[in-house]
Nanobody
Framework: QVQLVESGGGLVQAGGSLRLSCAASGSIFSFVSMGWYRQAPGKQRELVATITGGGTTNYADSVKGRFTISTSRDNKKTVYLQMNSLKPEDTAVYYC?????????WGQGTQVTVSS
């Protein structure tokens, strides 16, 4: 059974940077996509960025040019989200998501707080 463990969240001032990591445990031979979603208090969970097994990326308009999603080069079992020029509106719990032919797995979430 695959599990996802996120790390890298924290408190940062506006304009700062954070790098989130999501490590997948267990056997992953291929995946459809891995991605990051976020949920702010009182709001619905929304897509931040995704990357397919072939390397195609997709970003929410609100983070284009500021965030970059990537996977580890060795076995693609870790997905990263480099977040630059952070804004207070980026404050949310960030969740990692893995989509495989066998199903979907979510991580437990990591809090990102951006102070103004």
């Amino acid at each position: 059974q695959v599990q996802l463990v996120e790390s890298g969240g924290g408190l940062v001032q506006a304009g700062g940077s954070l790098r989130l990591s999501c490590a997948a445990s267990g056997s992953i031979f291929s995946f459809v996509s891995m991605g990051w979603y976020r949920q702010a208090p009182g709001k619905q969970r929304e897509l931040v960025a995704t990357i397919t097994g072939g390397g195609t990326t997709n970003y929410a308009d609100s983070v284009k040019g500021r965030f970059t999603i990537s996977t580890s080069r060795d076995n693609k079992k870790t997905v990263y989200l480099q977040m630059n020029s952070l804004k207070p509106e980026d404050t949310a719990v960030y969740y990692c998501k893995l989509v495989r032919p066998l199903g979907t797995t979510w991580g437990q979430g990591t809090q990102v707080t951006v102070s103004s």
